[in-house]
T-cell receptor, first 113, second 115 residues
């Protein structure tokens, strides 16, 4: 069965520091990969997605992610975070058999000054 | 602009009550989904619908049912609410066109408390 593992449940960082949120997936078939962000008291919005082609994907708000097929990973990075990036981040995979996304358990990013 | 709306942001109900959570999308999407979100568990799929009157069970359908009578509306029903159904409920929609590659669009969520 397909699954998504977000390796860190909480990531505290200082403003302007770089950050990496880690995501690994398991699947025996090809997948599409997504990162969503959820700001406090809001629904989820798409940050970026990998469908095919270049393994480095750029998203909104300065985030990027790299698809690594051999490592089955899709880590999210930002070179310099802001206070406003404080939110919960979800990695998700879309697999062949179903139509719904499978989500990881989420990583809470806390940015302080 | 894409829009998914949910009927309530916050809801408080009593154990045993029948609860309706409504979701409406204005994007003419074929696929609609209901998830529940709990701390440390992420999002878990309850039910989804790929067309009017069509539904499929997700990972945790027990204690829930759904209704899709019109394309734009997808309702989640708790037949007899229990305290373990206290949670955040998120609705999402997605077009059929490109299949699994397409983005799912989410509503703002309904935080349900069952007392």
């Amino acid at each position: 069965a397909q699954s998504v593992t977000q390796l860190d449940s909480q990531v505290p960082v200082f403003e302007e520091a770089p950050v990496e949120l880690r995501c690994n997936y398991s699947s025996s078939v090809s997948v599409y990969l997504f990162w969503y962000v959820q700001y406090p008291n809001q629904g989820l919005q798409l940050l970026l997605k990998y469908l095919s082609g270049s393994t480095l994907v750029k998203g909104i708000n300065g985030f990027e992610a790299e698809f690594n097929k051999s490592q089955t990973s899709f880590h999210l990075r930002k070179p310099s975070v802001h206070i406003s990036d404080t939110a919960e981040y979800f990695c998700a995979v879309s697999v062949q058999a179903g139509t719904a996304l499978i989500f990881g358990k989420g990583t809470t990013l806390s940015v302080s000054s | 602009d894409v829009k998914v709306t949910q009927s309530s942001r916050y809801l408080v109900k009593r154990t045993g009550e029948k609860v309706f959570l409504e979701c409406v999308q204005d994007m003419d999407h074929e696929n609609m989904f209901w998830y529940r979100q709990d701390p440390g568990l992420g999002l878990r799929l309850i039910y989804f619908s790929y067309d009017v009157k069509m539904k499929e069970k997700g990972d945790i359908p027990e204690g829930y049912s759904v209704s899709r009578e019109k394309k734009e509306r997808f309702s989640l029903i708790l037949e007899s609410a229990s305290t373990n159904q206290t949670s955040m409920y998120l609705c999402a929609s997605r077009p059929r066109g490109r299949g699994r590659a397409d983005t799912q669009y989410f509503g703002p969520g309904t935080r349900l408390t069952v007392l």
